[in-house]
């Protein structure tokens, strides 16, 4: 017979569930919450299910963290993406790794805790919307309700604990030029030979590196003229999007101050230079352009938190082991914009996140569900 934690994980595969369109899984984990005994069940106003265990008026000791939304399905799959196969050990489908099964593991992990002892503090699991678009943005809403004293990221981690995360600024640089007919470029100034400069220049900035976390990355992903297209004309302006990924203690005007003064020593200065705020929509209606500032955080192996990570780790069998994530997650709002102590621990390989044939480790689901359940009891003992 199956465990609780892989049928709730198969369950969640089998309902698409892309960033926007989380739905039918939200109300699948909400019901599924309730009728495991979590004692407050909510859907916030962007439709982010928090579930809470433990004495009514308690504070809340520790939030596990996961998101509801999934990357879209690309490529020839050798499984159904939604069927949650199992083979050989493993679970396929999108999103079994990023990350339904984290989530999976931390409702049936908390309310195993709650079931088998008795919770002195809450607990709580945010199964959170929008974090594939925007990362930390609905996390948010969830931590003003609850206001958990310590926050568990579920991404995965291996079961590793992680102590940090790199941050992310997302901007876009556009160089302004002046219009004409291709016929005639010397009437006008193209603005994609600034971009060129501005691209090699950039290449050449030479950026900060963090023992931790290692070196911060500044890297164009696009690049688009306006018009677009551009036909038998030189455009009016060329933008540049960039994705800078930043080290902890670097701020946003850290890093728009030294591209600025980098473009300025090429001789570049006809530019605007912004951090992106893109639209999002919940599937609430709620439409928001949060800014892409998503920062850096990090901390040492001394702190509290992991010390108790590593002793659930331990009594569950699993011997402890710490490392940061090069990406970002929802722990930028947790521990990067609010202070709240924070790690990184989940099931499964970062690697397989996003990926053909994306799939997670039984054996990985069960004993993270085991190890949820030791921290939930060391945090409320704490
Ligand atoms: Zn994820």
Same mark, same amino acid.
Do not use: N
């Given at each position: 017979m199956l465990s609780d934690v892989i049928? /709730? !994980?198969q369950e969640m595969v089998r309902v698409p569930s892309l960033s926007g369109n %989380? =739905?039918? +899984? =939200? %109300? /699948? +984990? =909400?019901?599924?919450m309730r009728a495991l005994g979590f004692t407050d069940v909510r859907t916030d106003r962007n439709g982010s299910v928090l579930g809470l265990a433990g004495p009514e008026d308690a504070e809340v000791a520790l939030l596990f963290d996961g998101h509801l939304d999934v990357v879209p399905v690309v490529g020839e799959w050798?499984?159904?993406p939604f069927g949650a !196969?199992?083979?050989e050990g493993r679970l396929y489908g999108r999103g079994s790794t990023d990350m339904k099964g984290g989530v999976a593991a931390a409702i049936c992990g908390v309310a195993a805790a709650a079931r088998e002892g008795k919770l002195v503090r809450r607990v709580g699991v945010s199964a959170s919307v929008l974090e594939e678009v925007i990362e930390g943005h609905a996390l948010g809403s969830v931590l003003d309700l609850c206001q958990p004293a310590a926050v568990v990221i579920c991404e995965p981690s291996k079961l590793e604990v992680r102590t940090g995360q790199k941050g992310r600024l997302e901007l876009s640089l556009t160089l302004h030029g002046k219009p004409a007919h291709a016929a005639s *470029?010397? /009437?006008g100034v193209n603005p994609l030979h600034a971009a060129a400069r501005a691209l090699l220049a950039l290449e050449s900035l030479t950026l900060p590196t963090d023992p931790a976390l290692g070196p911060a990355l500044l890297v164009p992903t696009d690049i688009v003229s306006s018009p677009y297209p551009s036909i038998s004309m030189i455009p009016s302006a060329t933008t540049i999007r960039f994705d800078r990924r930043t080290l902890s203690g670097e701020t946003a005007e850290d890093v728009l101050s030294e591209i600025r003064g980098h473009l300025a020593k090429h001789g570049i200065d006809d530019y605007t230079l912004t951090i992106t705020d893109d639209a999002v929509q919940t599937f609430t209606g709620i439409e928001a352009r949060p800014t892409r500032w998503l920062p850096a955080w990090s901390? *040492? +192996?001394e702190a509290p938190l992991v010390k108790q990570a590593f002793e659930a780790l331990t009594r569950a069998g699993v011997s402890p082991r710490a490392g940061s994530w090069p990406f970002c997650t929802n722990g930028s709002e947790s521990a990067g914009r609010r202070r709240i102590p924070t790690i990184g621990l989940g099931p499964g390989r970062e690697e397989d996140a996003h990926t053909i044939d994306e799939s997670i480790a039984l054996d990985q689901l069960e004993a993270a569900r085991?190890?949820?359940k030791q921290l939930t009891w060391i945090a409320c003992a704490a």
């Open positions: 049928t /709730l !994980t %989380e =739905a039918g +899984v =939200a %109300e /699948l +984990v =909400a019901g599924r050798r499984f159904d !196969t199992i083979h *470029p010397h /009437l901390q *040492p +192996v085991e190890i949820y």
